[in-house]
């Protein structure tokens, strides 16, 4: 490893400032993880729930995803207070970030997250009051899509800005992280559409699975661009790709997100050709089909936090350990940890 270093975190700058070497820095560690993957999760069942709310078919669904989406922004934010340690600086950061927004992705972040927040819980309070205006439920509806896609995308943005981590500098992050909110919305939303009852389940299924299906590919596509786009001219890339492909937990990632398209996909086609003995009738899944995809629903949303774990610890670790070759580019600065004065 080089001789860079970089002042210990917590200290002043000046001349008897204590250092240290660069592959020492702090690392961001597996609340982080969550709280990317609970910004993910609720900011696409967010958009989810959004445009089914345009439809006006799924008002039950809507009531229920709607309180759900929120909790896991919630949650999300409360793995970030866990891992910076600071709420009451956290409580500010909206604020503090505003004039960062121009030239910074993580102020960007806080921006959207804490959108989704607010619009996710005012959203959620109309559907539980059962709300009849139009105009309420529609803003929300259309703030709650745009600030759940921005929040769902947006640390793919910042991890690809993050010239300090080579492995992580790959434009395909922000679709990557997209497909897979995507997955977990849709997974979601199928475990709530089997305890919605009716017509409105029925449909809600049919759609959510297919939704499912869809996005699955998506994901397995953009993990693929992810891989083609790693750039070996970074040492540091070739240590975190070998390291990224030969563990369990990625191959378990596209073991769960393969099945995630092939047994919905299976499903839709099987319900497919029956429907059309019957094109009258609304028909629902068999009950061992409707329990098949409810096992592989929950299995995507574990999918769906590994996603973005492999990629953090992975770029991390060859940082901590990958030596320097003559001539390796790369910046003397490490990425900065927490935001805005915001870690303790």
Not at 41 to 58: C, D, H, R, S
Not at 92 to 109: D, E, K, T
Not at 192 to 203: A, C, D, W
């Amino acid at each position: 490893m080089g001789l860079f270093t970089a002042p210990v975190p917590g200290t002043n700058f000046g001349i008897n400032t204590p250092i240290i070497q660069i592959n020492q820095y702090p690392e961001w560690d597996v609340t982080v993880a969550l709280a990317l993957y609970f910004t993910g999760l609720g900011g696409m069942l967010m958009a989810i729930t959004a445009a089914m709310e345009f439809t006006g078919k799924y008002q039950s669904l809507v009531k229920k995803n709607s309180i759900f989406a929120f909790i896991f922004t919630l949650l999300a934010l409360i793995f970030f207070d866990i891992h910076l340690g600071n709420p009451t600086r956290g409580f500010f950061a909206p604020i503090n970030a505003l004039p960062q927004m121009i030239h910074s992705w993580m102020a960007r972040g806080i921006e959207f997250v804490g959108g989704l927040l607010v619009f996710s819980f005012l959203f959620m309070v109309l559907k539980v009051l059962n709300s009849k205006n139009a105009i309420a439920n529609w803003t929300l509806a259309i703030l709650g899509l745009i600030t759940g896609i921005f929040s769902t995308t947006y640390s793919g943005f910042e991890l690809s800005a993050a010239t300090g981590i080579p492995f992580w500098n790959n434009g395909a992050l922000p679709a990557l992280f997209l497909a897979s909110g995507t997955v977990g919305g849709a997974a979601w939303t199928y475990i709530m559409s089997l305890v919605t009852k009716g017509e409105e389940g029925i449909r809600a299924r049919r759609l959510s699975a297919k939704l499912l299906m869809y996005s699955a590919v998506a994901e397995l596509a953009t993990w693929f661009l992810f891989m083609a786009n790693v750039n070996f001219i970074y040492v540091f890339d070739e240590v975190a790709y070998e390291y990224m492909i030969t563990s369990a937990t990625f191959i378990l990632d596209l073991v769960l997100i393969s099945l995630a398209f092939v047994i919905p996909g299976i499903s839709n086609l099987m319900l497919w050709r029956s429907s059309r003995a019957s094109p009258q009738l609304i028909l629902d899944f068999p009950s061992y089909i409707k329990y098949a995809i409810l096992v592989i629903a929950i299995l995507a949303l574990i999918a769906g936090y590994y996603t973005r774990a492999e990629i953090l610890f992975a770029g991390q670790y060859a940082y901590q350990v990958a030596p320097l070759t003559p001539f390796q580019f790369t910046s003397n600065q490490p990425i900065p940890i927490g935001s805005f004065g915001w870690k303790s």
